[in-house]
């Protein structure tokens, strides 16, 4: 006998939540707030907005189905089903970090807070998640591509938005770049870091750099099996180049990237506490995975 769906419901604490933690009380946190020209009260209204979308789409859960719920910093440690809903209650970025722990269950967006999140990744408002949940099966889902690192020593990094490969601090980063089956071309450079973005990536950091560079290379799609990359600040010396400094990634292509520091990090959707740690002389992969996000359109 199959089991029944589990809906798992995504959130993250509130700032509210945050500030009353770290003051100890509700009027401590006002009184530091106030010495800075800010109202609690502000705070306070999206933590009830998020209380109350978060109880609403608890109460739009089927009868039949099972139920957990899981805070952003706990993800690294929840053991995701395939039977799995994952409901995902808060901002756009929510969606991205659950995102690297999942492996085809389907993905709910619910924003919390309309007109102040973009709305790109959590599509629905929390009244409608009963009619969502009741018909997610049959729901056309959104195949998001991508992104993943692969050392040489199998340690795999997954990300939706980009991955940074870099330094942990601001120092220079050392390597050699080149691209996977181009003929063993590389070049060794020094930079401030190289970033791998997917289409969906396209709404945030990736577009950043893709409108400093006015470059004539289309921005791909959230869908669209097809990455950018940009090294960061290249500099030209005698013994580093600067002439691969952006492309793209279709067809399986990978990038290449050998250290050639002490130590490198990559990382993926800005969460640098879960990172590779590379040494010199240490390959990692870099292209398009084969697993993809599946959201309810």
């Known amino acids: 006998m199959s089991l029944a769906p589990r809906a798992v419901v995504v959130h993250r604490t509130t700032e509210y939540e945050e500030l009353v933690a770290h003051h100890g009380t509700h009027g401590q ?26 109880a609403e789409v608890t109460s739009a859960v089927p009868l039949t189905w099972r139920q957990a719920r899981v805070e952003r910093s706990d993800l690294d440690r929840f053991l995701f089903a395939p039977e799995d809903v ?25 924003d919390t807070d309309p007109g102040r999140n973009p709305g790109v990744l959590v599509r629905h408002r929390p009244e409608q998640a009963a009619v ?35 330094t942990a601090g601001h120092q220079t980063a050392r390597y050699r770049l080149g691209l996977e089956n181009d003929g063993g071309v590389v070049e060794a450079q020094a930079s401030s870091g190289v970033l791998v973005g997917t289409g969906t990536g396209a709404t ?12 004539r290379l289309p921005l791909p799609s959230p869908t669209e099996d097809r990455l950018l990359w940009f090294v960061r600040e290249a500099w030209p010396s005698p013994a580093t180049g600067t002439s691969l400094v952006a492309g793209e ?16 990090i990559a990382f993926g959707d800005g969460i640098e506490t879960d990172a590779l740690e590379l040494t010199w002389g ?3 992969r ?12």
């Open 86 to 110: 994952v409901v995902v209650v808060g901002q756009d970025g929510l969606v991205a970090n659950v995102a690297k722990y999942l492996d085809g269950q389907p993905v709910v967006g619910i």
């Open 249 to 264: 990634l279709k067809d399986s292509a990978a990038l290449t990237l050998t250290v050639e520091s002490d130590r490198l």
């Open 286 to 297: 870099v292209g398009a995975c084969d697993r993809r996000l599946r959201l309810v359109g």
């Open 29 to 54: 946190a006002a009184f530091f707030l106030s010495s800075r020209g800010r109202s609690i009260e502000e705070v306070a209204e999206r933590h009830r907005r998020t209380r109350r979308a978060l």
């Open 204 to 215: 945030g950091w990736l577009r950043s750099l893709w409108q400093e560079r006015s470059t």
């Open 282 to 284: 240490q390959t990692v």
């Open 132 to 166: 969502l949940l009741a018909s997610v099966v049959a729901t056309g889902v959104d195949e998001l591509t991508m992104v993943e690192a692969v050392a040489d020593d199998t340690q795999r990094l997954v990300a939706l938005n980009e991955i940074y490969l870099g």
